[in-house]
């Protein structure tokens, strides 16, 4: 009965693949977010998507390519990964509005080499 | 733009001992205010919020101040225990259906037992 689960947990890849990261949420809810939290603990918002459609994207990369095929589900696409991509990549959903609590999946812990 | 400052990034408190930690927002469009908890290796999660119309709000140990004027909010914790030892964040969201939510850098917070 996991609300927000993301997969995989663990990903070790070399320089220049490409990786995708996959999410998805049980909770109904209508936004989803991608978050970037680097070795000194900052989690920074990437993406987020409201009922399929991008709402926010904070100057990431276009490396970086979400996609949402549902409301429920909301991946990750890297391409050409740099050993400046290392990082764990935590997936989130909320219900739109201003006080609604955001559900973390486990995050993903990318390591690039 | 949004920014969410939080003070301090490290802590140190002895056991018993009450720990504070303060955020400041920069938009005044912002109506909720959570705090979250992440433990080592674990995903952040939800520990109290506070909404834009109440000033102060506690649970049990834990307690947040909002002061909508001068855009700071607090986490107070009390009676501190060795499992309060965490990474804390502040967050502050914008609500409609573009909800953001942003989040302070993060204070590591250490109990001396």
């Known amino acids: 009965d996991t609300a927000v689960s993301q997969t995989p947990k663990y990903l070790v890849t070399q320089m220049g693949n490409d990786k995708s990261i996959k999410c998805e949420q049980n909770?109904?809810?209508?936004?989803m977010y991608w978050y970037k939290q680097d070795s000194k603990k900052f989690l920074k918002i990437m993406f987020s998507?409201?009922?399929?459609?991008?709402?926010i994207n904070e100057t990431v990369p276009n490396r970086f390519s979400p996609k949402s095929p549902d409301k429920a589900h909301l991946n990750l696409h890297i391409n050409s990964l740099e050993l400046g991509d290392s990082a764990v990549y935590f997936c989130?959903?909320?219900?739109?509005?201003?006080?609604?609590?955001?559900?973390f999946g486990q995050g993903t812990r990318l390591t690039v080499v | 733009g949004e920014n969410v400052e939080q003070h301090p990034s490290t802590l140190s408190v002895q056991e018993g001992d009450s720990a504070v930690i303060k955020c400041t927002y920069s938009?005044?469009?912002?109506?909720?205010f959570p705090w979250y908890k992440q433990e080592l290796g674990k995903r952040p999660q939800l520990i109290i919020d506070?909404?834009?119309?109440?000033g102060e709000k506690k649970d049990q140990r834990i307690a947040v101040t909002l002061n909508k004027t001068a855009k700071h909010f607090s986490l107070h914790i009390t009676e501190t225990q060795p499992e309060d030892s965490a990474v804390y964040f502040c967050?502050?969201?914008?609500?409609?259906?573009?909800?953001?939510?942003?989040f302070g850098s993060g204070t590591r917070l250490s109990i001396r037992p």
């Open positions: 989130a959903s909320s219900q739109p509005g201003s006080d609604t609590e955001a559900f």
């Open positions: 967050a502050a969201t914008i609500g409609g259906s573009a909800s953001k939510i942003i």
């Open positions: 506070i909404r834009s119309n109440v």
């Open positions: 998507y409201n009922n399929k459609e991008l709402i």
């Open positions: 938009d005044s469009a912002s109506n909720y």
């Open positions: 909770l109904g809810h209508d936004t």
